[in-house]
């Protein structure tokens, strides 16, 4: 008797590994189209992504770099002081975009230009995204606001 109960809960335990690792690997797949990692413009210098690949790139918009094309195309160079990385938008930039302001651009990066599809900059004087706040200081770049 003990001997069917013991199979019955190894049969249990086998059974519920099985469905984990299986409904773990369905979010997975599920999600591999919903993550966008975030890169610095050294990090795509120094190692080019695929061009199928959907990343996040930040920095600060370069000093004199911004242009506007025909229609809604604007071109400029996102920099975080190591490296510089040329970038094409076509759409509405938001109303804070600025140069020497921090922005995060979502796209890829094809034949050495970051095609961006959204591009997001601070809301305000102080915020800046995190990832953009680490790759400035990775670099030596970034300087605290004052009174913060």
Do not use: W
Not at 47 to 55: A, G, L, N
């Amino acid at each position: 008797m003990k001997s069917l109960k013991k199979r019955r809960r190894v049969q249990i335990i086998v059974l519920a590994a099985v469905a984990l690792a299986l409904s773990t690997a369905l979010i997975g797949y599920a999600m591999r189209d919903g993550i966008n990692f975030f890169r610095s413009p050294s990090q795509v210098v120094e190692e080019p992504p695929q061009s199928s690949e959907v990343f996040r790139i930040g920095g600060l918009v370069e000093e004199g770099s911004i242009e506007r094309g025909q229609g809604k195309a604007v071109r400029f160079t996102v920099t975080d002081g190591g490296a510089s990385v040329p970038v094409v938008f076509s759409g509405v930039l938001p109303d804070l975009f600025a140069e020497n302001q921090g922005m995060v651009g979502t796209g890829s990066y094809v034949d050495g230009v970051f095609q961006a599809t959204e591009i997001l900059a601070k809301h305000d004087e102080t915020y800046m995204p995190k990832e953009v706040v680490d790759a400035l200081k990775e670099q030596g770049v970034y300087q605290e606001a004052e009174g913060s």
